[in-house]
């Protein structure tokens, strides 16, 4: 690998690691009895503010909309909303390293879609993969050893919820770059979002505002936040979008140990394996899809082709 792929490799692992930071702070302020909408609402709202200043000392005209892709834009911010919110829900619900887990559901959600919606291929990697993340899902959950009944239900829900929103936002994002680089996505799609949660946080305001620690934690969590979606949008330059998305997906791996050491969460074996059968399902939908049979197949009906046509070259008049 080049020196600018290791350099990529290092922004995106790095991206995983704080974006597993602010998942274990996140659950370590709801523990405390901290109001998750008010503080997620806090958070979006000082990234918002962070980045606007990035992009004015960086480079201003990442502010500039193309009207052309409003719509795509507006719909990517309301899967953003989903994504983050259901997320950050399930981690309220359930512990940190399972809801991570089950975020990253969502690359499988994607090929799946592709097949029902984009009208693509089902392929037999994406079957794998299906299955794969199935087995993920209920080891990872312990359902061999335990019933569905003891694991929450909300918090299942949300995470299914946060996988699907983040399948979307991601089709959206690829959508937008073609109009917009990948931090003016972010910043816009944070920016809708603290709407969406103002909305949200006016209801949760009966209870009082966040206390001094929650409200330190909550801008606290901006930093790490931010930082990810910098880096990896700095990463992504320097790497192809398949070894992106393997290396962006080490955030349950952080997020695990992090869980362990912090939280005092405890991991079984087959939470382990779980996780293993997760990842390898993201590794597999980012492998080339080889054809060599049907490629030598077409190459050789073409030249079938070729010798049956008659020469079309122009008609030579000799003796004139």
Not at 104 to 118: L, Q, R
Not at 267 to 284: M, P, R
Request: glycine share 8%.
């Amino acid at each position: 690998m080049s020196k600018k792929g290791l350099k990529g490799l290092m922004f995106v692992i790095l991206s995983s690691f704080l974006w597993a930071v602010t998942g274990i702070i996140s659950k370590a302020l709801f523990n405390e009895g901290g109001t998750p909408i008010l503080m997620i609402f806090t958070r979006n709202m000082v990234g918002v503010f962070c980045l606007a200043l990035f992009f004015c000392f960086y480079n201003r005209k990442l502010f500039r909309l193309d009207k052309a892709y409003l719509k795509p834009l507006i719909l990517c911010s309301v899967f953003l909303f989903i994504y983050s919110a259901s997320y950050f829900f399930s981690i309220y619900y359930l512990d940190v390293s399972v809801a991570m887990v089950l975020l990253y559901m969502y690359p499988t959600i994607v090929a799946v879609s592709s097949v029902f919606v984009f009208k693509e291929r089902l392929t037999v990697k994406i079957i794998a993969a299906l299955l794969l993340t199935a087995c993920g899902m209920v080891l990872t959950l312990n359902l061999l050893s335990r019933g569905i009944g003891e694991v929450s239900s909300l918090g299942l829900l949300l995470s299914f919820s946060s996988a699907f929103g983040a399948a979307w936002y991601s089709i959206y994002v690829k959508k937008l770059s073609v109009a917009y680089h990948a931090t003016t996505i972010n910043f816009y799609g944070l920016l809708l979002t603290v709407f969406g949660y103002g909305i949200l946080a006016l209801f949760s305001l009966k209870n009082g505002f966040l206390s001094t620690p929650e409200l330190a934690g909550s801008v606290a969590m901006a930093f790490p936040y931010v930082g990810g979606l910098l880096l990896f949008a700095i990463g992504v330059t320097y790497l192809s979008p398949s070894f992106a998305s393997i290396f962006g997906s080490t955030e349950p791996v952080f997020g695990t140990v992090m869980a362990v050491i912090f939280l005092g969460d405890v991991i079984s074996v087959s939470q382990i394996a779980g996780i293993a059968l997760v990842f390898s399902a993201i590794i597999i939908l980012q492998l080339p899809f080889k054809r060599k049979r049907l490629d030598k197949e077409k190459e050789e009906e073409e030249e079938e082709r070729t010798k049956n046509t008659p020469c079309e070259c122009p008609n030579t008049i000799h003796g004139v």
